[in-house]
């Protein structure tokens, strides 16, 4: 049984570029999210994705957005990147109604 | 505003040296606090979750407890391998997890 996998592991992009991330949630699972993850601090909350509508948003502005497919995979999509959003985004996928919920193993992005 | 700290930022333990590492918390209706392993470059590796003050787990040399302000994460008898950032996380009314900045334990053979 494949787990989170994601797509693709590395990344530069140029600042104001566009970017496109991709996610295939383990089998079975209904609900992706989108994690942050800056170097030495914890994931931060992007958004998550059920039943292919965006359901809860964190504190990240319009230029990110996702998109849910009705397989379950998902996109997240950032805009006019700047230097900050270089980092790990991480996918995590659940259960609707579970709690736990299981990682990817990242894509690192970087912008130059 | 639901928050996660977590104490010391980074532990450094000789082997078979047994120790705990801290997750303090505020939520609004905690519906799950969650443990989490990372090694460096990947992504989270799930552990444990708790979901009422009393609770205990356990998994190899690790055990996790819960009370209503606090978890704590013993490790015992600790391996080189057991090396990682330690992740904190709770789940509240907002359904996202709210993760804390993580402990780095390295493990000294």
Known sequence: DAGVTQSPTHL?????????????????HDTVSWYQQALGQGPQFIFQYYE????????????FSGHQFPNYSSELNVNALLLGDSALYLCASS??????AFFGQGTRLTVV | EDQVTQSPEALRLQEGESSSLNCSYTVSGL????????????GPEFLFTLYS?????EKERLKATLTKKESF????????EDSATYLCAVRGYGQNFVFGPGTRLSVLP
């Open chain 2, 53 to 57: 003050a009393g609770e205990e787990k």
């Open chain 1, 12 to 28: 530069i992009k140029t600042r104001g570029q566009q970017v496109t991330l991709r996610c295939s949630p383990k089998s079975g």
């Open chain 2, 31 to 42: 519906r799950g606090l969650f443990w989490y392993r990372q090694d460096p470059g990947k």
């Open chain 2, 73 to 80: 994460l013993h490790i015992t008898a600790p391996k080189p």
């Open chain 1, 52 to 63: 292919e509508e965006e359901r809860q948003r964190g504190n990240f502005p319009d230029r």
């Open chain 1, 95 to 100: 259960l609707a109604g579970e709690g736990r």
